[in-house]
């Protein structure tokens, strides 16, 4: 397997745990990010800015949940910059600094703060949670680095 297939795998198993860690805690922690909702914001406006009418929200919703999996995957990907030399050094600053853009950016951007930065707890779980893909997009990386290598 090439570092380009390589590094998409891994990007995916980071967006994945991400999302599946994101659609879990929001169920039972009440200050739990919500990412879901900051994209069927960003979907929603971005229709409307084409003159459409967005989706009902259960299809808005899952369309927000394949979109953070195909943006996040894209970004996680770029662990195979690292052609395997500090792998968990990167991914762990490709996910904090995903985080802080959660935290930073929906504001500027007009999807609102509250998802992502309502309380310190939400702006502390979205940084973590987002490190948290990094990382395991890296260890992905490493595993599939190491198979290969056997």
Known sequence: MNTMLKAIASGFAGACALTLLHETARRFIPEAPRADILGMRAIAKGLRAADQEPPADPELHTLALGGDILSNSIYYSLIGVSQGKGVPVLGAALGALAG??????????????APSSRTPATAAMTVGWYLFGGLVAAAAYEFL??????
Do not use: R
């Open 100 to 113: 802080v853009g959660a935290v930073t950016l929906p504001g500027p951007m007009g999807l609102g703060t």
């Open 145 to 150: 680095d190491k198979q290969l290598e056997d």
